[in-house]
C-alpha cells in the first residue's frame, strides 16, 4: 500500500487549505458569502495539522524555535484571556463578528498553520506551496478578467461596481493581485526558470498590474510597489558587489517611499496622484483602535470586538454620526484592541523575529535565491497592506503561512545550490525508485482533527445558511426558528426585526429585539431598533436611552 510521509501530508494540507482559503466562496448557500467558508478551511486545516504534525513534533519545535514558538503560545494565551474576560458575547469572541469572522478560532487556526509552516524542510515542499499560491493567484486573475468583461458567474450582489475576485471586495482582491505580481515578479528573474516560464510570468504581471487598476484598489499598487523594490534589491545584489549601487538604489528607493507617504498625507508632488479620502477615514479608525486598546489595556475589549467600542471611542467632530466600522484597517492596531498589550508585543515578536531572518540571509547570501525571493516578498507585501487593511482570512493566510516557511527554509540555509546541482532527471528518478512511505497513524490523525476543526467552525455557517433558506421559503416558522440558531448574530438579528416591523408583527419583532438585546448588550443597532418598536414602556424608553448614551455618548440622534 503506498503511504504518504509526514512531510508530505504536512505540506498537502497547507497547501490545499491556503489555496481553498483564497478562492471557496458560498454565495449559492448563505448570505456572507465570503469569511465563514474561509474560516471552515483554516480551521479545519489546523486541527488536522495539531493532530498530525504539531503535537508529535512539537518537542523539536520547541527546541529548535523557543522565541517563536513561545512568542505564538503567549499570543494564544493573550487571545484565550481575551475571549474570556470580555464583555461581549462568548460566540461572537470565538467566531468573529459577522462580515470578518476573525475572532479565536480565525487567529488559532493562523497559529498552527504557521506553527506546522516551520516544519517544512524539503525544496520541492517550499515550492510546492508557493506553486498552490501562484494558482490562488491564477484563479483569481481569470474570474477577475472574466468580471471586467461581464461575466460574474458567483451570484452575489456587487455594491462596489467593480471587480471582488474570490475575497469580496476590490482592496481585498487588489492586494492579492499585488502579492501575485510581487511573486511573478521574482519568477521573471530567476534564472533557473525555463525562459517561456519567465515570459509567460511576466505576462502575467501586467495582466495582473491591469486588473488592480480595474479594481480601483490603490493598496494593490502600493504592495505591488513595495515588493517590487525589494524583490530588484535582492537582484542588483546578486548581479553587482559595488555597494555604492546597492547604497544608491535604497536611497532612491527610500526617497520613492518618503515621496509616495507625503503623497498620501496630502503633502508634496504625488498628492493628487495617491491621496484618497478613505486615508482620512483611515487615520480616524486607526484613532478609535487606539483609544479602544488603551481603554482595556491589559486584556483588550475582546476578540473582533472593535465594533462595540468604535462608538464610544471614534471622534464625532470628524465623522458623521451613522458612519460605523467593525475593524481599524490596522492589523496591529487590531490586536492591540482585541487583546490588549501583550496580545499587541506578542505579535510584534513573532513579525519582527521572521523580519530580522529575512535581514540575516539578504546579509548572509548574495545570489538570487527565487524560493526565498517570493516567501519574503509575499510575506512582506502582507505585512504591508496589514498595517492599512483589515485581516481578510483569504489574505492572512499567505502571510501567516509565509512567515512560518521563512523561519524554515532560513533554519536551513540556502537551498538554491542544493536545487542547481540537482537536475529534473533526478528528481523524476528519485520520485520512481522511492516509494513514498506512510504511517496510517498520521492519516488518522489528520483526518480525526479535520473533523473537529469542521466541527468547531460549522455552527456559524449554517446558522447563515439556514437563515438564507428560510428567507427564501417565506415561512415564518422557518424564519422565526434561523433567527434563534445558535451562534445567534446581531446582524441576522437586526435584519429579521426590520422583517417584522415592516410586515407589523410587532409582538414578533419586540420578542427579537429583547432577544437581540440581551445576547449582544454591547451592540448599539440592538438597542437603536429596539427604540423602534411602538408601544414600548416608559421605562423600556429610559434603559435604551441609558445604553445609546453608554454606547455611544457624543451622538444625540435616537429612534423616537
Known amino acids: 500500500m503506498n503511504k504518504i510521509g509526514f512531510e508530505i501530508n504536512l505540506v498537502r494540507i497547507i497547501s490545499w487549505s491556503s489555496l481553498l482559503a483564497t478562492v471557496v466562496v458560498s454565495a449559492w448557500w448563505s448570505t456572507e458569502p465570503v469569511n465563514y467558508p474561509k474560516l471552515l478551511v483554516i480551521s479545519t486545516a489546523a486541527c488536522a495539522l495539531l493532530l498530525s504534525a504539531i503535537i508529535p513534533a512539537f518537542r523539536k519545535l520547541y527546541s529548535n524555535h523557543r522565541l517563536l514558538i513561545g512568542a505564538l503560545l503567549a499570543f494564544l494565551l493573550m487571545a484565550t484571556l481575551s475571549t474570556a474576560l470580555s464583555s461581549d458575547e462568548l460566540a461572537q469572541n470565538f467566531y468573529g463578528v459577522h462580515g470578518r469572522s476573525t475572532g479565536f478560532l480565525a487567529y ?40 471586467i468583461l461581464g461575466f460574474d458567474f458567483i451570484p452575489w450582489k456587487n455594491v462596489f461596481g467593480v471587480p471582488l475576485g474570490t475575497l469580496g471586495n476590490p482592496n481585498f482582491i487588489g ?47 502600493i504592495v505591488a510597489a513595495i515588493g517590487f523594490m525589494y524583490i530588484a534589491l535582492l537582484y542588483i545584489r546578486s548581479r553587482t558587489p559595488s555597494r555604492f549601487i546597492q547604497v544608491g538604489y535604497i536611497f532612491l528607493t527610500a526617497c520613492a517611499g518618503a515621496l509616495s507617504l507625503l503623497g498620501m498625507l496630502q503633502v508634496g508632488p504625488l498628492k493628487d496622484l495617491l491621496y484618497k479620502s478613505s486615508i482620512s477615514l483611515r487615520g480616524i479608525y486607526w484613532n478609535a483602535g487606539i483609544k479602544t486598546g488603551l481603554s482595556n489595556f491589559w486584556t483588550g475589549a475582546g476578540m473582533d470586538s472593535y465594533g462595540s467600542w468604535f462608538r464610544r471611542s471614534r471622534d464625532i467632530s470628524k465623522l458623521g454620526p451613522d458612519t460605523w466600522t467593525n475593524a481599524a484597517h490596522n492589523v496591529v492596531i487590531d490586536i492591540f484592541a482585541s487583546g490588549g498589550i501583550f496580545m499587541l508585543l506578542s505579535y ?26 517570493i516567501l519574503s516578498g509575499v510575506w512582506i507585501c502582507y505585512q504591508s497592506q496589514s498595517l492599512i487593511s483589515i485581516n481578510q482570512i483569504g489574505l492572512a493566510i499567505w502571510g501567516w503561512v509565509f512567515g512560518g516557511l521563512i523561519v524554515a527554509y532560513t533554519s536551513n540555509g540556502t537551498f538554491s545550490r542544493e536545487l542547481a546541482a540537482t537536475t529534473k532527471a533526478q528528481l523524476l528518478k528519485k520520485k520512481k525508485h522511492e516509494p513514498e512511505l506512510v504511517d496510517t497513524k498520521i492519516m488518522l490523525s489528520s483526518i480525526l482533527g479535520a473533523i473537529v476543526g469542521l466541527s468547531l467552525a460549522m455552527p456559524p455557517f449554517l446558522a447563515d445558511a439556514n437563515w438564507r433558506l428560510a428567507m427564501i421559503s417565506k415561512d415564518e416558522k422557518k424564519i422565526e426558528q434561523a433567527l434563534k440558531q445558535w451562534p445567534t448574530d446581531p446582524v441576522r438579528l437586526s435584519s429579521g426585526m426590520q422583517l417584522y416591523i415592516n410586515n407589523k408583527m410587532y409582538e414578533k419583532a419586540y420578542e427579537i429585539a429583547k432577544v437581540s438585546t440581551q445576547n449582544f448588550p454591547n451592540d448599539y443597532y440592538s438597542w437603536y431598533n429596539y427604540g423602534y418598536m411602538p408601544n414600548i414602556s416608559v421605562t423600556e424608553k429610559s434603559e435604551i436611552e441609558k445604553q445609546l448614551k453608554r454606547l455611544d455618548p457624543n451622538n444625540p440622534k435616537r429612534p423616537w
Do not use: C, H, P, W
Not at 528573474?189 to 502575467?204: C, G, H, K, P, V
Open 108 to 147: 488559532f487556526s493562523l497559529v498552527l498553520l504557521m506553527t506546522s509552516s516551520v516544519l517544512v524542510t524539503k525544496i520541492e515542499s517550499f515550492n510546492k506551496v508557493i506553486r498552490f499560491f501562484f494558482i490562488a493567484g491564477i484563479v483569481n486573475v481569470t474570474y477577475v478578467f472574466s468580471e
Open 348 to 373: 510584534l515578536a513573532f513579525t519582527l523575529l521572521i523580519g530580522v531572518r529575512i535581514l540575516q540571509f539578504v546579509i548572509k547570501y548574495r545570489e538570487f535565491d527565487a524560493t526565498f525571493a
Open 175 to 221: 492586494a492579492l493581485l499585488g502579492f501575485l505580481a510581487v511573486g511573478l515578479f521574482a519568477t521573471s528573474l530567476n534564472s533557473s526558470s525555463a525562459n517561456r516560464t519567465r515570459i509567460l510570468s511576466l505576462i502575467l504581471l501586467f495582466v495582473a498590474l491591469f486588473e488592480i487598476d480595474k479594481t480601483n484598489a490603490l493598496q494593490g499598487f
